[in-house]
């Protein structure tokens, strides 16, 4: 088996993220992932520190890696100086170019992001475009912005911006910007991580029997891993310490 | 509370920020969600402050929330932000203004990475180049927006039409700041006031009249999250963290929350209407929702600039309490106009309409 | 000169200072004692109670009192010493106001500073009503007030350990050792005024490295009921009602933690005094990476410094508790006398 760790000490943000964890738990005590997920930052970084491939190989295909939010709280007062978020992304980063992503419910969510964010990037140049956040699949977007979007011309007009224009916000990017971005994803790699999803991806809805399309989001793969939770995501164990500290508060 | 200790710690944190020649790169969020914020910074800056501030129509996203979402690498966001600072080079710009607070994030994210490791800043520099033929200056200084409208916050409040000021109370108005977690937790030498006071929109507020709220969960996340608001099964961390600082900043009776991070105003903005819906509970003075701004749209207010041309009406908790409490003369009828001024269908279940 | 009126002066009146002063001056030689503050005594004069016998500080600063009263020992209070030089056959010692002393041979004794506890930002110290300081409740213990900054009596207090140590976000990765016994100290003394208080220590290890101080921890726990969490304290905030809200790890528990207290107290760490860290720039004398001064040897020359005639006494070279600074200031003292013997 791949050296998992020496994989992870390549990556720049693994090398700044660990150095070695004394357990204090300062990260875990603000982690707003933690306060919702049955998640604990500091027992993550505990484990990859172990170097041990087998319990790296383990994350790698859990649930666990999936879970922070990458506020970044945690580099702030940790006082040996890591930051479990960058070993958090570091993982991420292997877990996608291995393929264990797919081992998981939330991991199966990255393919969403890739084909939503990602191929944003390359076809607008913004990660995020307007008439993408549709009102019926954002409701939480509110009435304010299906107004918005049910008048994105008007809206945009109102304050100064044109949708596509040549100039100002959501103007349109031109193709051959479009195309210096391909040329980086290519060089840089990220074009190989995009793949590296994909294929993982594909693979994993014929293996689950569920109809893939290598383009566009309306077919059952998508649909199911941006909506599915098999409810274990915050499962407590039961812990009258905890309802005692519950009580305190 | 004990406004001396604090004080101190914003006399250490001070950051140099230019005093003038910006380039400005654009926030996918901002513009996505607060178009208006965005032409409101540039007005300021040129119109009330005189400044130069150019904008490249050839720089894109900086790719943060790829970044952040796992799907982009560090290699490629490197390339992409160098490619930013190779427009500005080429413009002849050296000080980078940021619309974003995660672009900011990562932008000196990347700065710090190339100090330590500058075999990965030549890295940088061959793959842009094989990519798109461009080469790069690293700029003298990266500034977020919101650093910007703080150093002139004075200059400003001498020119300003209105006081974040309660006219129907006398009082000063209460309000929540919300500083984006990629300001300051990351790199605190880099945000004004470090990471635990941050500075940056105090000053403004106090600047133009109005009383800073400290709450406990003031430095907790809004709960954006990348990954845990994009897929739709997450969004339930992204809505409780919202929740959690509501709970605790209601007590305070605040008058409006305003955020530097357009992902935050507009998560406060839209999880309160979520939380109005789902649990039928709202937050704010006479439970009418708390006005959640970006700070552009704050600045905008108070050097008197039409809301609706701002975009302020684009919010699901809508600023009218606000703008009556400023003595700010707004009609209701003209929030929502078509190009042509004709009157569009205003939606219904907003806060506070 | 013979060796029975060589002069040695020591650079500081705390502990170690007061000790090496004693058997010099035990011993026929004539002592100088430049102390900065005004009084003799250092920290100990501030405290209430030692550990791990809760004997009462006043019996310490009394017998150091009486120490100081011996016809050779000349105790100058409010002079700070500044720089120590070699001179011929001898040292010259510079002291604030400008001018210089002659000395044989001299003890650098110039203690420890506390950390200062605002440098922990996310703990609001002199911000949020209520975060207070070990020493700060060590001064509550003398006044016998131990209420809120709003007069209430304490319901609940916490105590966080490792404050200023052990970390590398303030520069302080050595840990000050004698905070944990500290703490256990003040939670059985703040059981014992206030039996309705709950108490909680925050702590990361607990290091009860001296004599009974394991049995201390114990008796906090069986005979006081003091509450221990393992976790250090990330954040501390002031609320409405002028408590404090933390958040922590309940780490053994796995799992976060809030919780509100009546008072905080911070254990802040020990660090290498100002004063001294001034003296050692000016002098040459080199610093450990804890900035502490550096002997020549950490096993069998602690006291022992490159300069000739210059010896180390106390927390000046690291922290340390009081029993064991008086060793160090005896040692030291012994071998000021060797090296006067041997000129």
């Known amino acids: 088996m791949e050296d998992l760790y020496a994989r992870l000490m390549t990556d720049v943000r693994f090398e700044e993220g660990l150095n070695a964890c004394m357990n204090c738990g300062v990260c875990t005590g603000i982690c707003p992932a933690a306060e919702y997920y049955n998640y604990d930052p500091r027992r993550v970084v505990d484990l990859v520190q172990t170097r041990d491939n087998n319990i790296i190989l383990e994350l790698l295909k859990s649930e666990t890696i999936w879970y922070c939010g990458q506020c970044m709280s945690c580099k702030t007062r940790c006082p040996r100086g890591n930051t479990p978020g960058l070993v958090i992304m570091a993982l991420r980063k292997v877990s996608q170019e291995l393929g264990y992503f797919t081992e998981s419910e939330k991991g199966r969510q990255q393919f969403a992001i890739k084909r939503t964010v990602g191929e944003n990037i390359l076809k607008h140049g913004y990660c995020v475009v307007s008439y993408d956040v549709d009102p019926k699949s954002h409701p939480e977007q509110g009435p304010a912005w299906e107004h918005y979007y049910n008048h994105l011309e008007d809206s945009l007009a ?27 994803f290519e060089v840089t790699g990220g074009q190989d991580l995009y793949d590296a999803i ?6 994993k809805a014929a293996e689950m029997n569920m109809e893939f399309k290598r383009a566009g989001r309306d077919f059952e793969y998508f649909r199911h891993v941006v909506t599915a939770d098999n409810g274990n995501h915050q499962v407590e164990n039961e812990d009258i310490r905890r309802e005692e500290h519950a009580a305190r508060r | 509370m004990q406004l001396e200790g604090k004080k101190r710690i914003w006399a250490e944190y001070q950051k140099d920020i230019p005093d003038d020649h910006f380039f400005y790169v654009r926030s996918c969020i901002r513009q996505t969600f607060f178009a208006g914020s965005e032409q409101v910074f540039l007005k300021i800056m040129r119109d009330d402050l005189g400044k130069d501030v150019m904008e490249d129509p050839r720089h894109t996203t900086c790719t943060g929330i790829g970044y952040h979402g796992d799907v982009v690498p560090f290699e490629t966001i490197s390339t992409v932000v160098a490619r930013h600072f190779a427009l500005a080079t080429e413009a ?40 798109t033929g461009r080469e790069f200056d690293l700029p003298e200084s990266i500034a977020h927006a919101s650093d910007i409208i703080y150093k002139f916050r004075d200059e400003l409040a001498r020119k300003a039409k209105y006081q974040l000021y309660d006219i129907t109370t006398g009082k000063p108005l209460k309000v929540v700041e919300h500083i984006g977690c990629h300001y300051a937790k990351m790199f605190p030498k880099h945000g004004i006031g470090g990471a635990e006071f941050p500075h940056v929109l105090v000053g403004m507020i106090e600047s133009w009249g109005g009383e800073v709220i400290d709450y406990p969960e003031r430095r907790h996340c809004c709960g954006f999250g990348f990954r845990q608001y994009l897929i739709q099964a997450n969004r339930g961390y992204s809505i409780s963290a919202s929740r959690k600082k509501f709970e605790s900043m209601e007590p305070y009776k605040p008058d409006m929350i305003v955020a530097n991070c357009p992902g935050c105003a507009m998560f406060m903005d839209r999880w309160q209407y979520t939380i109005k819906e789902i649990d039928d509970v709202t937050y704010g003075g006479y439970k009418t929702g708390i006005p959640t701004l970006t700070y552009e749209e704050m600045a905008g207010l108070v050097m008197g600039y039409d809301p609706w041309e701002m975009g302020l009406q684009f919010h699901n908790v809508q600023a009218l309490p606000l703008l009556r409490k400023m003595g700010i003369k707004a009609d209701p009828d003209k929030r929502f106009l078509a190009k042509d001024g004709s009157r569009l269908p205003e939606p219904a279940n907003l806060i506070n309409s | 000169m013979t ?11 705390g502990v170690a200072g007061i000790e090496a002063a004693g058997v010099l001056a035990d011993m026929g030689h004539t002592v100088s004692i430049l102390e900065k503050e005004g009084n003799p005594g250092g920290h100990v004069s501030k405290w209430h109670a030692l550990f791990p016998d809760r004997r009462p500080a006043g019996e310490v600063t009394g017998y150091l009192g009486k120490r100081i009263e011996n016809e050779n020992i000349r105790f100058i209070a409010g002079t700070s010493v500044e720089k120590i030089e070699r001179h011929g056959g001898g040292l010259t010692v510079g002291i604030s106001g400008g001018t210089t002393l002659n000395a044989d041979a001299v003890i650098v004794a110039t203690g420890f500073d506390l950390f200062d506890a605002r440098r922990k930002e996310e703990y609001g110290y002199g911000i949020y009503d209520n975060v207070i300081t070990s020493a700060d409740l060590e001064q509550m213990f003398n006044d016998d ?56 220590c925050f702590y990361m290890d607990m290091r009860m490295f001296g004599p009974f101080y394991e049995e201390l921890y114990r008796e906090s726990q069986e005979k006081y009921n003091v509450n221990y969490i393992r ?43 100002k004063s001294g860290a001034k003296l050692a720039e000016a002098s ?55 090296y006067l013997s041997s000129k």
């Open chain 1, 158 to 184: 109102r304050v100064g911006g044109e949708l596509n224009g040549k100039e100002g916000p959501t103007r349109k990017i031109s193709d051959d910007v479009l195309q210096e971005l391909k040329n980086i």
């Open chain 1, 198 to 203: 994909e294929e993982a991806s594909e693979l």
């Open chain 2, 92 to 131: 002849g710009y050296k000080n980078i203004a940021i619309s974003c607070v995660t672009s900011f994030g990562i932008y000196t994210e990347i700065l710090e990475t190339w100090k330590h490791f500058p075999d990965l800043l030549a890295k940088t520099r061959d793959n842009l180049f094989k990519a």
């Open chain 3, 3 to 13: 060796v029975m009126t060589k002069h040695v002066i020591i650079a500081g009146g």
């Open chain 3, 145 to 200: 007030r131990l209420l809120t900054s709003d007069g209430r009596v304490p319901d609940r207090i916490g105590f966080v350990h490792c404050v200023g140590s052990r970390d590398e976000k303030v520069c302080n990765e050595h840990c000050s050792k004698v905070c944990c016994v500290t703490a256990v100290k003040q939670a059985i003394e703040v059981r014992e005024k206030l039996p309705g208080c709950e108490v909680f």
């Open chain 3, 231 to 273: 976790g250090k304290v990330s954040e501390a905030s002031g609320t409405m009602k002028k408590r404090v809200a933390l958040k922590v790890e309940d780490t053994l528990a796995g799992r976060p933690l809030k919780m509100e207290v009546d008072l905080l107290v911070l254990m802040t760490g020990m660090e290498m005094s």
């Open chain 3, 284 to 338: 040459g004398f080199a610093t450990g990476i804890n900035r502490f001064l550096e002997s020549t040897d950490n096993h069998y020359g602690s006291n022992m410094s490159k300069m000739k005639g210059v010896f180390y006494a106390g927390t000046c070279t690291a922290p340390m508790n009081i029993t064991d600074t008086i060793s160090h200031a005896r040692a030291a003292a012994v071998e000021a006398v060797k």
